[in-house]
């Protein structure tokens, strides 16, 4: 039986903050440079584009509304020329990205990864399932549908944000659609330094090794770094200097049996990291536990999955009606796997 083997590589880099152009082509850079080096599979960070917005955590909130239309008006959103750009730089390259963004629809934003084939075509597109904390003054929910695993050529692949990795029952059920690789995408780690063990790299960086166990698959997690020009925009005096320092990037990829597969960059430092995949190594990491299989006890505890759509506006008519134009119904949602 052969087993996908392949080069991935995770981003470890500053977003261009508020500006979506100028991300796109920084994305595209990293994207050649990936393909370049060999990769098939790129990962980026949460909210890569326009940014992760920071100006929610540093004050109150009618402060960080004077960021707010430039980060909605910078958001991507399906289907746009910028949208198109990135999807050309995936066929062009012949390497799935999996994007890290903000998700533009309408008047509302989400917290989102979009999954794109080597051929440029949608694989999924996803949305964090609860933006966390003071996220919920910016972001929308996503839906049942978003906790899915999806073929590809290099394995089943799936992905989640950021404190999602903190969901039992959400990992739970991306493990039991037998994830083969998943991306974790992860903001930057330089938030309330020394004040919120919790936000920073020694347990995040674990939660993703820990699901990399759990789950018996790789794991590539790209993460952000914050850079000098952010912080002189987002922090406006001493205490917001205090709450948001420059780097923080701790990109990683790991193994089925939570190895790390690379050097890491210094978390101030820009680039990539890459790591070979052997698929092949998930049914070893597998025959010790496979928590969703063999090492399961489904008499004992068991999920229940609504993987039902969240849509908005269902057209509805009573017999012999006709609807006269389209009701709004939300975003195209790519039917999820079973």
């Not at 920084?26 to 599979?41: K, V």
Request: glycine share 10%; with cysteine; aromatic share 8%.
């Amino acid at each position: 039986m052969a087993h996908p083997r392949f080069r991935a590589a995770a981003v470890q880099a500053a977003p261009a903050f508020l500006d979506l152009d100028a991300g796109i082509d920084s994305a595209i850079a990293l994207i050649e440079e990936a393909a370049a080096n060999g990769a098939q599979l790129i990962g980026f960070p949460e909210t890569f584009l326009p940014g992760y917005p920071w100006f929610i955590w540093l004050d109150a909130p009618a402060w960080g509304l004077q960021f707010f239309p430039r980060y909605h008006d910078n958001s991507l959103a399906y289907g746009s020329p910028q949208a198109e750009r990135l999807a050309a730089a995936a066929r062009e390259n012949e390497i799935t990205v999996v994007m890290g963004l903000s998700e533009r629809q309408a008047g509302s934003l989400y917290i989102a990864q979009w999954i794109i084939g080597p051929d440029g075509e949608t694989i999924a597109q996803r949305r964090k399932l609860k933006p966390t904390h003071v996220e919920r003054t910016v972001f929308g929910e996503g839906d049942g549908s978003d906790l899915s695993v999806y073929d590809t050529p290099l394995g089943r692949l799936g992905g989640l944000c950021c404190w999602e990795h903190l969901q039992p029952l959400s990992k739970y059920a991306m493990y039991a659609q037998n994830e083969q690789v998943h991306v974790a995408a992860w903001p930057s780690f330089s938030l309330y330094v020394g004040a919120a063990h919790a936000l920073g790299p020694e347990v995040n960086t674990s939660a993703s090794r820990i699901y990399a166990v759990e789950g018996g698959c790789f794991v590539i997690a790209p993460c952000a770094t914050v850079s000098e020009e952010m912080v002189e925009l987002l922090c406006t005096d001493d205490t917001k200097r205090a709450l948001l320092q420059p780097g923080g990037g701790h990109a990683r990829i790991f193994g089925p049996d939570g190895s790390l597969l690379h050097e890491p960059l210094p978390p101030d430092a820009e680039g990539l990291v890459y790591a070979d995949l052997d698929l092949g190594m998930i049914s070893l990491a597998k025959a010790a536990a496979d928590p969703a299989g063999h090492y399961a006890r489904p008499d004992v505890t068991r999920l229940l999955l609504n993987k039902t759509p969240g849509d908005r506006v269902v057209p509805f008519s009573a017999p012999g009606v006709e609807i006269e134009g389209e009701l709004p119904t939300g975003p195209t949602r790519i039917p999820a796997e079973a």
